[in-house]
């Protein structure tokens, strides 16, 4: 991109120094010296390894800046999923070194852009949750907020997903194979994390004697830091992540166990990401990971707190610690523990200070990923723990008794749930041990007010604030969109990389003829890109110039990629039907991963690719419609696939969807919404205008009022043609060869009870498809409504959101 090279002469050298020449010398000593390769022998990776470590030392340089003056306050981001993905061209953006990079990897023979390649997805999450971590790290580090982010060095990420005849299969990813050349080891720090065994009570009377824990098992919590850099090289923070090691890895040694007894070895806490990202398992292994990387987190920021400022009395003044979603809620305990029974403070102090450090972000309101530990379990692993979620319980009960309540409210406000099996409430312990619980989007914290903490908000000082999510540009714009970024520098100049609200003054371009032609360009170039990888990965042909749907995400029957597969059949049969009605040629482009138990996710996989297998060999319908499911979506493969995109599909059933945040990307790359009134795609609404998007369907109280009255699918089936000659043809085995049992229980589903609605929305999203061909027959007023998108999304920046937090959860002053 010349344009970028022009004005890259222009800007003064950042003063991290780097030159091509001395980035291509400090490569070359890497080579050498770290990775013992000569130049002519070295591989793609070999130069790789070299070119980050090489990269990492400048790093390095601003991270110990970063730390030399020691920050008033600190913010710690609790999270047991990172979505990392890629750093190498992450770095190079946030320290603006792409220009010397690439010459200096020319000058010695190198194709940076096949180099990047050999980097491996850090897929240490599922989806939303543990990408929004990434962005905010990346955010904290842009306005120099001095933070750590804490979680797990999985071994293993996300699974990797392969399509094998239409279904998903799981493989075990191995980002670590070729050693992580992002990380410091921190051997000189390890905490041991107890599990199990016994508390004595000794001196004083029950109120006051001192409770002493004395674990059954140890494990050893090792860091390893790998340093977020952020935009201009201003400030890096450490995302500290932390691997277990066995603490008697002799006792441990196989030789060492009983025939055929498979103990629950240390190191297995940290091997494994738990691939659901909506179903809470109740597995022990998932309780032990949480308590690890909770309790190895507390020793950690508590031993620096002391180190800086002495006694803990004065933690809320010096650390906010954010608890992401109720994974690391064991927090509130645990502080309340190190407090109470390691440091000699009083209850009524501990809870203080416990309550005063900590607030927690809810990020869904699906009744089945809402966490909750039996009794019997946290008895057993953290009998301490207990102990103190008991005696928070009654101190909380004896509250709420006050105010007079009934009982069944109180069994709706207790930490415990009663039943036969008891269990404890995993997001009431962290609303009750935080100052402030926030939702991610708007109409999500408004119904987390009305459903989930409805109670518990009237009888608990706990504030309930929104912060709608965002995301990073540096990562979803300035490195996924090249062509897009460049045009936006050429156009507004380079201060709309550093302050993205001056995208607004494009507005006045959206009808501007050499513009607009500049900005569909930079898009027929991703498009054109993607199409090649479209097809080198499932060997599809897609035309560049069809309009390209894409939805992608994390398969889930909410998310409802299963109503999309239904339309994109109504619109092949009405192609079949009438080939030569002017149709709008679509290329329906699915990706995204279903947790490996969920069935039903996976036969709407299945689905999805059988429905592209009859609809893409069929001659009459030719390049008018394809359809594609790419394989082992993820980090990298969103890269490629957001700025390609002209709509954006966010269709899950109003109320489900606590925010979305692929919906953000794809919007700020152009792509035209066509989605419910879920999440923050009200939001977006707002921020791009009711004329630049297409909302459809059911609202959030509609659904469940429609919940409310039972009714079936099979009524609406009735009353649309169009709907019941889908249901039919999926029925007959049009998509199954003929067998009429493999989608039998979507069918079924489908004419029953739906709880996600796919029946009821379907006609209005036909309609809804129907108006965007409608748009995109009219070229001008397509291309405006895309660049009013990228125009008006600057408030999703995760920087703003961060901002937010800082400001009114975090109480930290950002400048
Ligand atoms: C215990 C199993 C489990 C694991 C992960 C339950 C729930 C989760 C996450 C909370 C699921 C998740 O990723 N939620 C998504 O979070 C995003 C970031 O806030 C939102 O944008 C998405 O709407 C929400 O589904």
Redesign the pocket.
């Known amino acids: 991109m010349q344009h970028v090279a022009a004005r890259a002469a222009k800007r003064p050298i950042p003063d991290h120094g780097a030159t091509s020449g001395s980035l291509r010398n400090a490569i070359l000593s890497k080579l050498r010296y770290a990775m013992r390769k000569s130049a002519q022998s070295a591989t793609d990776r070999d130069w790789y390894m070299a070119t980050v470590l090489a990269l990492r030392d400048r790093i390095v340089d601003v991270w110990s800046n970063s730390r030399s003056k020691q920050p008033e306050k600190r913010i710690y981001y609790l999270s047991i999923e990172f979505l990392i993905g890629r750093l190498l061209f992450d770095a190079i953006i946030n320290l603006d070194l792409e220009d010397v990079t690439r010459n200096a990897l020319s000058e010695l023979g190198v194709n940076f852009d096949r180099l990047r390649e050999m980097e491996p997805d850090a897929a240490l999450g599922?989806?939303?949750?543990g990408r929004?971590a990434a962005c905010f790290m990346d955010s904290m580090s842009a306005l120099a907020i001095p933070a750590y982010g804490y979680g797990i060095r999985y071994e293993h990420g996300l699974f990797e997903q392969r399509i094998h005849e239409g279904w998903q299969r799981e493989f075990a990813e191995d980002w670590l194979s070729h050693g992580n050349p992002w990380e410091f080891p921190r051997a000189d720090i390890s905490y041991s994390i107890g599990f199990g065994g016994t508390v004595e009570y000794s001196g004083g009377d029950d109120s006051t004697a001192r409770a002493t824990w004395s674990p059954a098992e140890t494990v050893l919590a090792v860091p390893y830091d790998t340093p977020i850099a952020g935009w201009r090289g201003r400030h890096v923070n450490a995302l500290r992540l932390w691997s277990a090691r066995s603490a008697e890895p002799l006792q441990d040694a196989a030789f060492n166990q009983r025939e055929g007894a498979r103990p629950l070895r240390g190191e297995a806490i940290s091997r494994f990401l738990y691939p659901?990202?909506?179903?809470?398992e109740g597995r022990e292994l998932r309780l032990r990971q949480e308590y690890f990387f909770t309790a190895a987190s507390l020793q950690d920021l508590l031993r620096r707190h002391r180190r800086e400022f002495g006694s803990l009395a004065s933690l809320p003044e010096h650390a906010a610690v954010q608890l992401n979603?109720t994974h690391p809620a064991i927090a509130v305990a645990e502080l309340m523990r190190l407090l109470v029974d390691e440091n000699g403070f009083s209850w009524a102090d501990a809870w203080k200070i416990t309550r005063r450090t900590l607030s927690y972000t809810n990020?869904?309101l699906l009744p089945e990923?809402l966490?909750s530990w039996t009794v019997e379990l946290i008895g057993r692993l953290l009998p301490r723990h207990l102990q103190i979620i008991y005696q928070i319980n009654w101190y909380h009960l004896e509250e709420v008794n006050k105010s007079g309540r009934d009982a069944a409210f109180l069994r709706e406000v207790s930490l415990i749930e009663e039943g036969e099996e008891k269990r404890v409430r995993m997001a009431h312990l962290a609303f009750l041990g935080c100052h402030c619980v926030n939702g991610?989007s708007q109409l999500h914290s408004d119904l987390l007010r009305e459903t989930v903490f409805h109670n518990l908000a009237q009888v608990s000082a706990t504030r309930i604030v929104n912060k709608t999510?965002g995301i990073s540009f540096r990562r979803w714009l300035y490195a996924a969109n090249r062509p897009l970024t460049g045009l936006l520098v050429d156009t507004l100049g380079q201060r709309v990389l550093d302050d993205p609200g001056c995208m607004r003054e494009i507005q006045d371009r959206a009808g501007d003829h050499d513009f607009v032609a500049s900005y569909s360009r930079a898009r027929q170039i991703n498009k054109t890109r993607l199409a090649a990888l479209l097809h080198a990965r499932t060997g599809i042909h897609v035309q560049p110039d069809a309009l390209f749907d894409v939805h992608v995400k994390r398969v889930h029957e909410y998310k409802r990629q299963l109503l999309n597969i239904l339309e994109t059949i109504a619109l092949y049969h009405g192609i079949r039907a009438r080939p030569n009605a002017g149709w709008v040629p679509r290329v329906k482009i699915f990706a995204g991963k279903a947790a490996a138990s969920y069935e039903r996710a996976k036969l709407i996989i299945k689905l999805a690719n059988d429905v592209s297998g009859v609809i893409n060999a069929d001659p009459v319908v030719g390049d008018r419609l394809k359809v594609v499911f790419v394989p082992n979506y993820g980090a990298s493969l969103a890269e490629e696939i957001i700025p390609a995109a002209d709509v954006s599909e966010q269709i899950s059933t109003a109320g489900m969807?606590?925010?979305?945040?692929g919906n953000m990307k794809l919007a700020l790359n152009g792509a035209i919404t066509i989605g419910t009134e879920d999440?923050a795609n009200i939001e977006i609404r707002e921020h791009v205008g009711s004329e630049n998007l297409v909302i459809f369907g059911m609202t959030a109280a509609e659904v469940s009022e429609r919940r409310e009255q039972k009714l079936q699918g099979s009524d609406i089936a009735g009353k649309s043609a169009r709907l019941a000659h889908v249901i039919q043809s999926l029925a007959s085995g049009e998509f199954s060869e003929g067998d009429r049992e493999r989608f039998a229980p979507i069918v079924r589903s489908l004419l029953d009870y739906d709880r996600f609605m796919v029946a009821a929305d379907f006609d209005a999203y036909w309609e809804a498809q129907r108006s965007i061909d409608e748009l995109w027959r009219r070229p001008a007023d397509w291309w405006r409504a895309s660049i009013l998108n990228t125009a008006h999304m600057a408030w999703f920046s995760s920087d703003r959101a961060i901002r937010e937090y800082a400001t009114d959860i975090w109480q930290i002053a950002v400048n």
């Open positions: 599922n989806g939303g949750l929004l659901n990202d909506s179903t809470a979603d990020h869904t990923a966490e991610v999510n969807e606590a925010s979305g945040t999440g």
